[in-house]
């Protein structure tokens, strides 16, 4: 079978070869790929996955042979795969707590987006109550930033989404941010509902860098800044007696969860079947032009998420 395989020369990140059929174990379905999502961080840090090695972890297609210790989703059943190693491929074994079934009525090309970019902004979004709490958002226009945006509004939460320029925030309001800054020297002197200068619950931080140091000043008492990339690729410098303060502790938290994805992707699915939650699809084409889309991943060309079709 043909396979998108990690290339650590200057042709990489990846390229296409053969590569062996899987062979799934008693517990794993047959899964045949229709769609695979492309992430930055799998694509950019390539060094972290031998040479020659399936790559991938996110992707959707249809079950051809169900497990045979009669777990998971039966054959014919549409599946989203999430954080599932070796994923971009035309058939892949995955265990059926990686897999999420897609509803009637969602697009399989949807299921593909959803992955490590939903599940990290709902694991994220989860770890506290957000009604009517103020949340900023920082690299929205990401596929991460996409969900995270929509997911905050849906639990209630007053959204800010920045963004690095005016072109990458359209449509941020419409999935339901309440302000869109597209200039980090904006979040000095935010004022809230009551005039009040606005300070964050929490941050959802895709960028890392100065803005991260940044974000940190806007934080409220009591609020957390959950890292979950560093797509500047900057270091942060925090001024003396930054971090210092009185009153109920703030807190930085790192992100690194690799559990099983099947509980999440389910939801996230549920709530794309509900008209409630949208994939942020921003390119969408055939696998056979994943140099192109590579590029234009790393030339911040595209907003959202990218989707090739396996065919």
């Known amino acids: ?75 014919g059943t549409r599946v989203a795969v999430g954080m599932s190693p070796h994923a971009w491929a035309e058939r892949v074994a995955v265990r ?30 989860r770890k506290r109550s957000l009604l009517a709490r103020d949340v900023l958002v920082t690299g929205a226009s990401g596929g991460v930033g996409h969900f995270a945006v929509q997911l905050a509004a849906l639990a209630g939460a007053r959204v800010t989404a920045l963004v690095g320029s005016p072109d990458r925030a359209a449509g941020l309001r419409e999935l339901g941010a309440d302000r869109v800054l597209t200039d980090p020297a904006d979040l000095t002197g935010l004022t809230g509902p009551a005039e009040t200068e606005r300070r964050f619950d929490l941050v959802l931080d895709t960028v890392g860098g100065p803005l991260l140091a940044q974000a940190w000043d806007s934080l409220a008492e009591g609020g957390t800044i959950h ?71 790393f030339a911040r060309k595209v907003h959202g998420k990218i989707v090739l079709d396996v065919v």
Do not use: K
């Open 1 to 75: 079978m043909r396979a998108l395989v990690v290339d650590h020369g200057e042709a990489g990140p990846v390229r296409f070869a053969d590569a062996d059929e899987p062979e799934p174990s008693s517990d794993e379905a047959l899964v045949e790929i229709r769609h695979i999502g492309l992430n930055f961080g799998e694509l950019n840090y390539v060094h972290q996955w031998p040479a020659g090695t399936v790559h991938g972890h996110d992707a959707a297609g249809v079950v051809v042979r169900a497990a045979s210790d009669g777990s998971g989703p039966p054959e």
């Open 227 to 297: 890292l979950v990339g560093y797509s500047s690729g900057q270091d942060t410098t925090f001024p003396s007696g930054a971090l210092f303060g009185f009153g109920e502790p703030r807190s930085i938290a790192t992100y690194g969860d690799m559990t099983p994805t099947g509980g999440e992707l389910t939801d996230l699915l549920d709530l794309m079947a509900a008209g409630r939650l949208s994939a942020p699809v921003g390119l969408r084409g055939h696998w056979r032009d994943v140099d192109d889309a590579v590029q234009a991943l």
């Open 96 to 125: 059926p707590a990686s897999l999420g079934t897609v509803p009637e009525g969602v697009d399989l090309a949807d299921g593909a987006a959803l992955g490590i970019a939903g599940v990290t902004a709902l694991r994220v979004l």
